[in-house]
């Protein structure tokens, strides 16, 4: 059994808040889910995560413009830097305060960082790893609260920064003598989105009560007299510098700085205006590229490399001051008036995201009510609106041909992606709205079922990892899953009384099972030949059966005296097993109706019971922390394994006791055998997944389903420093960003648990349902982060069977070369190299495959057969490699039946593999033959329009003869 595993996608959840992103060839939606990233091939329906981790959940997401570098930054300032098209960790970096927003500039050398009150620019790291990527250049201050959004002009030397005080600013990345930042002040609530137009200085801004503003671009030139250097250096520059203050001053000093070169700068506006001085007011026609002074090179105040050197060294350098001579200096102005003020009366409604699509200047507004909104600028035509969603959209984002935009929905956990102009869908995922409590894989491994509390069946192809079904037919929460033998089918039960059958083919429930009194039913199984369905209670120690073909109720299975925990069907007997917090093992005759032996006694409450995959042991977890392995032939106890250590439980924000004495009332809860029987998967109340060898009873491995720090019970000790008289600091709401309408409880008096859809405390990490997969490469686990998926990577993995020092890749191609393939391919299956038993396999005539693989020892047809799978997912040569397989099964039958177990991942590994190809042939041939046949029928159209063309003209000869006859005559 392999236990190299690795994560590999994280399917049950495609949004949980933060900003979306399209790449730049608008093929892809970047999207964060919790802390990872999930990025959507839209072209290749396929989704992919991201194996990197930030330490809470994700906020802020930010794309170079080449598309290579992506920036996610957490809720708690915590940034990372990856090569998107790597997948590969750069850097990590702490900007140790909450960043609302992130943007890199257009020409790719910077990108600017909301930091609290302040504005902070960064010159962007390259794809190299260095000590230290992040250099500060430049801070802006300013904002009397926090700044929410911000946006770069086209040519990378003006930045727009609007904060919760309802003003914008306008920053410049060069010095430009006598400029302050430029304040739009006009909105009464804080500001949603600011942004400039495409080629020109025109800024839009959004206000959280659904105002817009245009603000045009105009200049004032300033002309100054000559005047003595000293004093200009002392009012131009230090009014410069009121802008731009030195990032390696403290907080302190800065402020202090900025009174004083304030207090200068007034003095010295004082001082030349009594000088002559004219000031110009340019047209507002005015192209933006007159923004840059005109003044000389030499007095020009720009900042060089060794200037940025001396900044970071404590000291920044002035300009060059040659013999006096006269100024002119440009300065960018704005100003709005009444007819560039709109309104997007949307009655009872805030605006919660917006954006500005520069490309066609279409502005994409989303509301609370989930409604959201296209208006065409600067005309402010309302194009499209529409109603997405029953909760308020978080974030919105267009791809850049501005065809497809992106909504996500957090609180629902919702993310579309909409056509606007054909106005249909060309995505739409949605996880389960509470959490996922179970799981399960189809027999060979292509679908994944999984159940939740909001009593939804969802089903997940494995190989894209998006949601293709889903079944609403329940009532109340799921509590357990199963497909049928052959696949066709998956049965699900409820707490709302029923246990309902779906057609996997058709997509409908075809068949449901109830009781004569309505019960809550807690688990459920199918026997091996999918004729008999049996499902245990909550509330009445009892086990129902059902026929398969008409759901009528069999027998009812008493003898239990609690809830019923478990229930499996014997693998190849028909026989029943069940397990109940009374902490009795009992095996059931289905076909009697009676105990078939007498009842185990655990000693202690069962959770959990799983039986192997051969039905000859099974093991069930109690609640005392330990699992028990039973012989189910003899009924004989094989061991127990106390797991109670194990388990590395995290401390919640509002325990009082330790997480060491937290594992005293802890237990693993879902539990699977391996495909192979030897080990098994164990998960519960921690963020753990542990791996156990049976036979020596160890554990082996442990997974890790998630470093969130967002998610309670992460953490095994707790900060003193977060306590607070009132409670944890964690606990509490301090965003300032929230709605208020969001915290309003609206539950009726009396109501003590609340509305189940407003969390106000944070989830808890669990494992409520793990599987295994048939065949061996992969299991799933139900978490609160959502569906994770582990996967085994044999590519980097070296494991020689039976290797002699003789056998080296030389060696391998040299006996390729004198034509001895049989003996090649033996040594390369010794070695256990991937290229070189392609190499070799491949170098097998079709005509010789027969012969090739009589003469092959049976000790390598485990390894024949784990190549073949996992070649036919990325080879062409389907019938030479069917070939292989049927050559391999007809004469290796005998062996592959007597050792099936050993074998059975390998073969269904082998089949999922082909059944993807069949699936993918029998609809390329379908297609094939549709448009043979449109083609049929458009040319036999052509060929009698032609006829009928041809008689037409005939008849037009005819009569044209005849006229001519008469006209002769």
């Known amino acids: 059994m392999k236990s190299a595993f690795q994560f590999s996608n994280l399917c049950g959840t495609v949004y949980k808040g933060g900003s979306l992103l399209f790449t730049p060839d608008g093929n892809s939606v970047i999207s964060p889910v919790g802390n990872r990233v999930t990025v959507f091939d839209l072209v290749n329906n396929k989704s992919t995560t991201l194996p990197h981790q930030c330490h809470r959940d994700i906020d802020v997401l930010a794309l170079s413009p080449n598309g290579l570098l992506l920036m996610a930054v957490d809720k708690g300032g915590q940034a990372i830097l990856v090569n998107l098209h790597r997948h590969a960790l750069l850097h990590r970096f702490n900007f140790k305060t909450r960043v609302r927003d992130l943007k890199f500039s257009p020409d790719g050398r910077y990108f600017a960082v909301t930091h609290g009150t302040q504005v902070h620019v960064w010159r962007a790291p390259g794809l190299e790893r260095s000590f230290n990527p992040f250099s500060l250049v430049k801070k802006f201050t300013g904002h009397a609260d926090d700044v929410t959004c911000l946006d770069w002009s086209f040519d990378s030397k003006l930045i727009v920064a609007g904060a919760n005080d309802a003003t914008c600013r306008v920053f410049t990345m060069e010095i430009l003598p006598r400029y302050r930042p430029f304040v739009l002040g006009t909105h009464r609530e804080r500001i949603i989105h600011a942004a400039f137009d495409k080629d020109s200085y025109t800024i839009y801004t959004v206000s959280r009560d659904g105002t817009l503003l245009k603000w045009s671009w105009f200049e004032k030139i300033i002309q100054l007299s000559a005047v003595d250097p000293r004093k200009r250096r002392g009012g131009a ?10 990032d390696s001053s403290s907080d302190e000093e800065e402020s202090a700085g900025h009174e004083e070169s304030s207090e200068e700068s007034d003095e010295s506006e004082e001082e030349s205006a009594k000088t002559a001085r004219v000031d110009v007011d340019v047209d507002e026609g005015d192209t933006a590229k007159h923004v840059q002074s005109s003044s000389s090179e030499d007095e020009d105040v720009e900042e060089s490399e060794d200037e940025e050197d001396g900044a970071s060294a404590g000291r920044k350098r002035g300009p060059r001051f040659g013999r006096p001579r006269a100024d002119v200096v440009h300065l960018p102005r704005w100003r709005t008036s009444g007819t560039d ?29 989930g409604i959201f909104g296209l208006y065409e600028l600067p005309d402010f035509n309302n194009i499209h609106t529409l109603s997405v969603s029953q909760k308020r959209i978080s974030s919105v984002a267009m791809n850049p041909s501005g065809e497809w935009m992106a909504l996500g929905a957090a609180k629902l956990g919702q993310l579309l ?31 994944l079922a999984t159940g939740g509390g909001d009593g939804k069946v969802k089903l997940w192809h494995t190989s894209s990892g998006f949601c293709y079904v889903t079944f609403k037919e329940h009532q109340a929460a799921i509590t357990d899953v199963v497909f049928a033998p052959n696949g066709l089918s998956v049965l699900s039960s409820s ?77 190849s007997l028909p026989m029943l097993l069940s397990s109940a917090w009374d902490g009795m093992l009992r095996v059931w005759d289905v076909f009697e109706g009676k105990p078939n032996r007498e009842a185990m006694d655990m000693c202690a409450d069962i959770v959990a019971l799983a039986v192997r995959p051969d039905g000859k042991q099974f093991v069930v977890s109690t609640l005392k922390g330990s699992f028990s392995l039973w012989d189910f032939q003899h009924s004989k106890q094989l061991g127990e394994i106390d797991y109670r250590r194990d388990m590395r439980v995290g401390r919640k924000q509002t325990d009082l006791v330790t997480a060491k004495h937290l594992t005293q009332g802890h237990c693993y809860t879902a539990i699977s055998y391996t495909a192979d029987g030897s080990c098994l998967l164990a998960g519960g109340q921690s963020r753990f997944i542990s791996l156990y060898q049976l036979e020596q009873q160890v554990l082996l491995r442990q997974f890790t389903i998630s470093a969130n720090l967002s998610i309670d019970g992460m953490q095994e000790k707790l900060n003193s420093k977060n306590d607070t008289s009132f409670g944890a600091l964690a606990l509490m709401d301090t965003d300032s960003d929230s709605d208020p309408e969001m915290r309003v409880n609206r539950s009726l008096p009396g109501v003590k648990k609340g509305d189940y859809s407003s969390r106000i405390t944070p989830p808890e990490i669990r494992v409520k349902g793990i599987h295994m997969s048939s065949t061996g490469r992969s299991f799933a686990a139900a978490t609160t982060e959502g569906l994770v998926v582990f996967s085994l990577d044999d590519t980097l993995v070296f494991d020689p069977f039976n290797l002699d020092i003789d056998i080296t890749p030389d060696t391998i191609v040299k006996t390729l070369e004198d034509g001895d393939t049989l ?147």
């Open 495 to 571: 707490l709302d009384g029923t246990v309902r059958a779906f057609d996997m083919m058709r997509y409908r429930n075809f068949r449901t099972f109830t009781t004569p009194e309505p019960q809550q039913f807690s688990c459920m199984s199918i026997d091996p030949s999918g004729e008999i369905v049996a499902a245990g209670c909550l509330d009445v120690p009892e086990i129902f059966v059902w026929s398969m073909k008409n759901g009528q109720l069999l027998d009812t299975l008493a003898g239990h005296q609690g809830p019923i925990s478990g229930c499996e069907f014997h693998p």
């Open 237 to 246: 520059v230090k009014a410069s510098e009121q802008q731009q203050s030195s």
């Open 341 to 369: 003020r709109h309104y997007f009366m949307q009655p009872n409604a805030k605006v919660t995201c917006a954006l500005f699509h520069k490309s066609t200047s279409i502005l994409v507004v989303g509301f609370t009510n």
């Open 417 to 447: 992606v909409w056509e606007w102009q054909s106005e249909t869908y060309v995505l739409k995922q949605q996880g389960h709205f509470f959490d996922m409590d179970v799981v399960k894989f189809s027999p060979e491994g292509h679908v």
């Open 823 to 969: 003996k090649a391919i033996v040594m390369a299956f010794r070695l256990s190299e991937q290229p070189l038993i392609h190499q070799t396999v491949e170098a097998v005539k079709a005509e010789d495959i027969k012969i090739t693989v009589e003469l092959l020892p049976t000790a390598y047809i485990k390894a024949l057969l784990v190549f073949l799978a996992e070649i036919f997912g990325t080879t062409r040569h389907l019938e030479y490699y069917l070939t292989w397989c049927k050559e391999v099964l007809t004469t290796h039958g005998r062996f592959i039946n007597a050792h099936s177990k050993e074998l059975l991942p390998q073969l269904r590994n082998l089949q999922k593999a082909i059944t993807s190809h069949r699936q993918v042939l029998v609809d390329l041939c379908r297609d094939n033959v549709h448009y043979a046949d449109f083609f049929s029928i458009m040319a036999s159209q052509t060929a009698e329009s032609e006829v009928q063309g041809l008689s037409d003209l005939g008849d037009i000869a005819k009569v044209s003869t005849e006229e001519d006859g008469e006209v002769d005559a």
